[in-house]
């Protein structure tokens, strides 16, 4: 068991347990910083992977301006940190 | 009800998943992808419509493409009419969200922002916006390209409008921008017609590969995908902020 | 294995969808759905011991063990379109709350 096997492993379990974190929370304003933290490791998978260019795009986009766009959406209505 | 029928759709998907995954025929199994039966093996060599030469960095002189990043010669040179596409369905969609918001008063209100937010983006706006421009233009030699670059720079400006509450955006420069960017874009297809005879084809000397002014064209469309992808981010992002007008 | 958690992303992207009555989870849900597909399109490509593919002043030459590079060009569209998509269905989810003054589908009752 070599580095490589063992660090692919962990990060598939905690692609899993993020994803369950996500859809059974109440808060909507944690779910939304879940889904930011899930792109940060999806690059850090794509890099396992060997793609990088795909690994910077998805840092980009999903993880800086995907956010902001949730984010907007719940400033401009005044129910931000509601449950479900 | 809803969740035992959404379980049992589930698990019917789940059941397609798995048997796509374990038959050999359909995927291949993890790890063994047989490069020699796939298309990318002409695209990796360089030679769709030449003999098979080796291509070498920093010595193969005129190759097909003459872009070290293989991904690049894929996504702007052999499948470049797919790129058209993609930047047709973002300006669909930068138009239609534009057109949704329709004529407003203005921005909203947004509180000032804290200390730390303030001096920390007025050090790194500069830093990220010059990354940006390096990332776009060294989109045949390094990682990246056009669409990285371009979102880099509307993150730049993204920063801008969260840590300055009175930070309006003039969008007209950048929907000019955006729109002269998009036309170049074809422009330079059409040119490719009237002096080869197929749209969008390679008509400039490829150099050596690994220099900065090499292969063809690449560069040049890159960058004018990177101003339009940067300018109709940050269009979308500041639609985002405007304020309901008063029906 | 990186492939079966990309399968089980997809799922529970389609299960969040499903059972939810806010909005804005629904575009949650097909966020994840998105991500899940995005990392299974790269798997397919994957070759063990391959580099990846970008001829650089170590790697120089093309006969060597390159990974797939097609589908890290189709997973980079579809990761820009993806963003489109979830722009527009904000802007169509803030529309109906401007109208109804509520995000939950249950009070909105289908008069859209």
Known sequence: ?84 | MKKILALLLVSVFAFFAITLVQSDQLVPKFGDADLSSRVSDKYISKSVSVDNKVVEYGETVNAETGSANLVTSIVVNYRSFDTLGEVTVLFISALGISLIVGTTDGMIKRSESGFILKTGSKVLMPILLIVGIYVITHGHLTPGGGFQGGSMIASAVLLLLISDHEFVPNMNKFKVLEGLSGSLYIIIGLVSISLTGYFLKNFMPTGQVGELMSAGIIPIIYLFIGLKVGSELTGILSDFLKKEANV | ?112
Do not use: C
């Open chain 1, 1 to 84: 068991m070599n580095a490589t096997v063992v660090l692919e492993l962990f990060i598939s379990i905690v692609l899993i347990f993020i994803g369950v974190l996500i859809v059974f929370s109440k808060n909507i304003i944690k779910s939304i910083i879940f889904l930011s933290i899930l792109s940060m490791i999806t690059a850090v998978s794509f890099v396992m992977l060997k793609a990088p260019d795909v690994a910077i795009t998805e840092i980009v986009i999903g993880s800086g301006l995907i956010t902001f766009l949730f984010l907007f959406t719940l400033k401009t209505s005044k129910k931000a940190g509601d449950s479900e």
């Open chain 3, 1 to 112: 294995m990186i492939q079966i958690s990309a399968i089980v992303l997809m799922l529970l992207g389609i299960y969040g969808l499903l059972t939810t009555k806010h909005i804005i989870k629904m575009i949650i849900g097909l966020n994840i759905f998105e991500v899940g597909l995005n990392i299974f399109i790269i798997t397919i490509g994957y070759k063990t011991g391959a580099v990846a593919p970008i001829l650089t002043s170590q790697n120089n030459s093309s006969i060597l063990n390159f990974v797939d590079p097609l589908p890290q060009a189709i997973v980079l569209t579809a990761i820009v379109i993806g963003f489109g998509i979830t722009a527009v269905g904000l802007i169509l989810a803030k529309k109906i709350y401007v109208q109804h003054n509520t995000y939950n589908i249950d009070e909105i009752g289908g008069k859209i």
